[in-house]
């Protein structure tokens, strides 16, 4: 990929940054915050305010690139959910091939900032690589500021084709106790219910978790909120992301995944992933399509 941010040694060694052959961690210029980013998938897998975890991640989640990371911010693109048939039959799989390809580290770009890059020749998979045929550049900013955490994409056409997408930051929130977690921000708001099979309108202020929840929430308000009670725990705020999809897998789906341990974590985390997701976005070559999500804590 050729790195639009070809960062010199000096500039790149003065951020504190520490590079292992897997993964980067950024830590903020006062020491307080951290941010762990697996190359593989550009997986965001440790979150931290002043040393305290902001996100889940399951014990025997998978970080050596045999599988897709379960847990932390895996990044999804160019399909969200099961792949159109068509796709399907070509070997292309559920989320795209962003979580399961190695990015580049293409190094730091402002304050507490490091920026990741994916293009075409970097998926590993072939068949998926083969399924969707397109040149493209992503660009993946992570950024610590004080109790947020914004991460960016920026998605350029560099095809002579249209191409077709979806993108979505699947985060996995630590949370207290699911049981007594809502989530506010979601009211009046159009939802395509996986589980029960149907479309209806939000019509909860507070949106309790407790039982299997899978859903898409389509055009959302920019702000949701998760509470623990009454109390905000994190605020998610989306630019150009139109939907927020809401996943707590619960006893049975939890037990059916390999890499979900402990079996009862499910009570620990909830997923609020902005995206969009509700249909593809259209991209003519030579365009630039950016999106971007801030989540704060208010943890501390
Ligand atoms: C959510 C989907 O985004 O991701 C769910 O809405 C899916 O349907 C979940 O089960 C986890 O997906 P995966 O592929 O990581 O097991």
């Known amino acids: 990929m050729v790195n639009p941010f070809i960062a010199t040694s000096k500039t790149f060694f003065k951020m504190p940054i520490d590079q292992t052959d897997d993964k980067v961690i950024l830590t903020s210029s006062d020491g307080k915050n951290s941010v762990t980013v697996l190359l593989y998938g550009a997986t965001i897998i440790s979150w931290k305010l002043n040393g305290k975890e902001q996100l889940w991640l399951s014990?025997?989640?998978k970080l050596d690139g045999s599988k897709a990371v379960r847990g932390g911010i895996p990044l999804v693109f160019p399909v969200f959910g099961p792949p159109p048939k068509e796709l399907a039959d070509k070997g292309f799989v559920q989320h795209g091939f962003a979580r399961v390809?190695?990015?580049?580290?293409l190094g730091a770009t402002g304050d507490n900032e490091i920026q990741l890059g994916l293009g075409p020749e970097n998926v590993s998979d072939e068949k998926m690589k083969a399924a969707w045929p397109f040149d493209f550049t992503l660009i993946y900013s992570v950024k610590l500021d004080g109790e947020k955490l914004h991460t960016k994409i920026s998605i350029e056409n560099t095809d002579s084709k249209e191409f077709e997408f979806n993108w979505l930051f699947h985060t996995y929130f630590r949370i207290n106790e699911i049981e007594n977690t809502t989530v506010k921000g979601l009211n009046g708001v159009v939802v395509t219910d996986k589980v029960s099979k149907s479309?209806?309108?939000?019509?909860?202020d507070n949106v309790a978790i407790k039982q299997e929840v899978d859903r898409v929430y389509s055009s959302a308000g920019s702000n949701v909120?998760?509470?623990d009670g009454n109390s905000p725990l994190f605020t998610v705020e989306r630019q150009n992301l139109s939907d927020v999809v809401v996943w707590n897998p619960w006893t049975e789906k939890a037990n059916g995944m390999s890499d979900f341990t402990p079996k009862d974590g499910f009570h620990k985390m909830l997923c609020i992933e902005a995206g969009s997701v509700s249909k593809f976005n259209k991209l003519a070559p030579n365009n630039k399509w950016e999106a971007s999500q801030v989540i704060q804590s208010h943890k501390l």
């Not at 390809?101 to 580290?105: D, I």
């Not at 479309?199 to 909860?204: G, I, L, R």
């Open 59 to 61: 014990e025997n989640a």
């Open 101 to 105: 390809s190695t990015w580049e580290l």
């Open 199 to 204: 479309d209806y309108t939000e019509e909860q």
């Open 225 to 227: 909120v998760i509470q």
